[in-house]
């Protein structure tokens, strides 16, 4: 019944078959493989992050069998068992995380901050209470690799430099924090955060999946339009519609470099120093007065593109992204070292 299994097959993986989606008598006979194609590599790397979510369940669970806390561990045992029972796989319920970016992260001053499951900063400071503050996330200025705080006296952002680590902008500087992996703090739920990276890790490990299979589509789309068969390009228009609603969340990874956002040069604001962004990716600082410019060169994006890590001929080690329309250079060594700069040409 495929129309191309090789190719198709092994352009997904070659998975073993689990179902799911859309019922198979709907999608027409040329897209049928790279549907099926699709399901099974999907489900694959749901099944790879549920393996890893429950060996991280089994930890929590040895750690906790040191301790007299019942309540926790017949819980850790029902999430246990519950990935053990049999059956298909609700992909879309797996890939949607309730907050925007999960977690406890510390400073350096051993301060714990975390969203709460209503996406409230809640921070927990050394000798002190856990306190929810007013601080909510401000869904409006905020995207996939950075949260814009609003009642924030602060004026806070995170942004999202890599998986383990976040540097938060505010009206004092900027300040890194670092994934605390096992960290348990006042009323921080380590259960909700735990399934919060779960599905953090589907979203992550199916997200090139989901762009290759709404190309592959798009492609079926364009031949049977040429063919003349509208009522099979109506059910293609309508399953790619409903994988690119299902997934906006999961937008194709932006991250490599070069960004087109970031090509073009930008003076600092209240500095003469000026950063030239090529679109070959070449980054170049000079400066007047400066002989010789410092050139970047690129180490790593964040997980959509956002924020850019480079290495600088001088040795350090800087990230650049933008907010509100303007570029953001800051360094990793928790200084109030921030520059500012606005786009010129």
Request: with cysteine.
């Amino acid at each position: 019944m495929m129309k191309y299994p090789v190719a198709v097959l092994s352009m997904f993986g070659g998975f073993v078959w689990a179902s799911g989606g859309d019922s198979v008598d709907n999608v027409p006979q040329e897209a049928l493989g790279v549907y099926e194609a699709y399901t099974k590599a999907s489900n694959a790397m749901i099944n790879r992050a549920r393996e890893e979510y429950k060996t991280r369940l089994n930890q929590f669970l040895k750690a906790k069998m040191k301790t007299d806390d019942w309540d926790t561990m017949i819980q850790i045992k029902k999430k246990i068992n519950q990935l053990d029972q049999p059956g298909n796989i609700d992909v879309q319920e797996e890939k949607e995380s309730r907050v925007a970016i999960p977690g406890v992260w510390g400073d350096y001053k051993n301060n714990l901050y975390w969203l709460d499951n209503d996406n409230t900063l809640v921070e927990h400071l050394p000798g002190k209470q856990v306190n929810k503050t007013p601080e909510v996330m401000d869904p409006a200025k905020s995207s996939a690799d950075y949260i814009v705080f609003q009642n924030s006296d602060a004026k806070r952002a995170w942004i999202r430099i890599d998986e383990k680590t976040l540097g938060v902008f505010s009206r004092w500087g900027v300040t890194i924090l670092n994934l605390q992996a096992d960290k348990e703090t006042g009323k921080q739920d380590i259960l909700a955060r735990l399934e919060n990276e779960y599905k953090a890790n589907c979203k992550k490990y199916c997200r090139p999946l989901s762009a290759k299979y709404i190309n592959e589509l798009e492609k079926i789309r364009i031949k049977l339009v040429n063919e003349g068969r509208m009522d099979d390009v109506f059910t293609l228009h309508e399953m790619i519609n409903k994988e690119k609603t299902q997934f906006s969340s999961m937008a194709p990874v932006t991250g490599k470099w070069p960004a087109n956002q970031f090509v073009g040069t930008w003076q600092g604001t209240g500095k003469k120093e000026i950063f030239t962004i090529s679109p070959d990716g070449k980054v170049v600082c000079s400066s007047p007065g400066k002989s010789a410019n410092i050139s970047y060169s690129y180490v790593t994006s964040s997980p959509h593109g956002f924020c850019h890590t480079f290495k600088s001929s001088d040795g350090k080690v800087r990230y650049f992204c933008i907010l509100d329309g303007k570029l953001f250079v800051f360094t990793n060594s928790n200084e109030l070292d921030r520059q500012t700069y606005e786009k010129i040409r």
